[in-house]
C-alpha cells in the first residue's frame, strides 16, 4: 500500500528536549515536505526537499532542521523544543512533476512543555 | 492582504443539500489549483485538482476555477455526511512545487 508514516504519532515533551520525528514514504517520490497545523493558521510549510541531500526552507524554518540522506526518509529534527512548536505536524510527498498532488502522513501531535 | 483567503467555516448544512465552499487568491501567478479534504485526526488527502479556468467535475464533486476573478470554488451535490470534514484550497504556481494552502472550511453534513 502506497503511504507515508511518521513516528511517532502523539509525544509530549520538554523545552529543551531534542526530539526527532521521522518521515518515510515508499512510493519512490523525489519531493518531501514538513508542514505544521495551527487553529486559525492552517498550513504551514516548515522545510521541503526536492531530492537526496537537497533540502529547503519553507515558510517557517525557525527552531526545525532536516536532513534527506535517503529518498524514503525525510527527519524533522527540533534541537531544543519550545512551546510555541506546540502543533500538529504532517510530512507530505511527490512525485516529481506533479502539480500539488502531495501524500500526506497521519499526522505528528506535539506538545512542548 | 494574504495570498489566499479561505471563510473558515464552520459550515452544516443537512443531508443532500449542495455546498459550496470557496477562496479567493491574490497572486495571478497561481497556475494550478487543488482541493484537499481532511477528515479528523487525519492527514489531508487529495480531493480534485485543475489547472486552467472553468469546470471540472467528479462524482459529486465540481471545481471551478475563474483566473479572472482570483477566485476558486469546489460544489458538492447531494452531500452525505461522511463528507463532513475540512476542506483545504490549494495552489502553486507551478515552478517549484511549494503549494499554498487555505485555512480550511469545516463542513458538517447533517443526516
Known amino acids: 500500500e502506497a503511504q507515508v508514516t511518521q513516528n511517532p504519532r502523539y509525544l509530549i515533551t520538554v523545552t529543551g528536549k531534542k526530539l526527532t520525528v521521522t518521515c518515510s514514504q515508499n512510493m519512490n517520490h523525489e519531493y518531501m515536505s514538513w508542514y505544521r497545523q495551527d487553529p486559525g493558521l492552517g498550513l504551514r510549510q516548515i522545510y521541503y526537499?526536492?531530492?537526496?541531500?537537497?533540502?529547503d526552507k519553507g515558510d517557517v524554518p525557525e527552531g526545525y532542521k532536516v536532513s534527506r540522506k535517503e529518498k524514503r526518509n525525510f527527519p524533522l529534527i527540533l534541537e531544543s523544543p519550545s512551546p510555541n512548536q506546540t502543533s500538529l505536524y504532517f510530512c507530505a510527498s511527490m512525485a516529481v512533476g506533479g502539480l500539488g498532488e502531495q501524500y500526506f502522513g497521519p499526522g505528528t501531535r506535539l506538545t512542548v512543555t | 492582504q494574504k495570498e489566499v483567503e479561505q471563510d473558515p467555516g464552520p459550515l452544516s448544512v443537512p443531508e443532500g443539500a449542495i455546498v459550496s465552499l470557496n477562496c479567493t487568491y491574490s497572486?495571478?501567478?497561481?497556475?494550478?489549483f487543488m482541493w484537499y479534504r481532511q477528515y479528523s485526526r487525519k492527514g489531508p488527502e487529495l480531493l480534485m485538482y485543475?489547472?486552467?479556468?472553468g469546470n471540472k467535475e467528479d462524482g459529486r464533486f465540481t471545481a471551478q476555477v475563474d483566473k479572472s476573478s482570483k477566485y476558486i470554488s469546489l460544489f458538492i451535490r447531494d452531500s452525505q455526511p461522511s463528507d463532513s470534514a475540512t476542506y483545504l484550497c490549494?495552489?502553486?504556481?507551478?515552478?517549484?512545487?511549494?503549494?499554498?494552502f487555505g485555512k480550511g472550511t469545516l463542513l458538517t453534513v447533517n443526516p
Open positions: 497572486n495571478s501567478a497561481f497556475q494550478y
Open positions: 526537499s526536492m531530492n537526496v541531500e537537497v533540502t
Open positions: 490549494a495552489m502553486t504556481r507551478g515552478s517549484n512545487y511549494k503549494l499554498t
Open positions: 485543475t489547472y486552467s479556468s
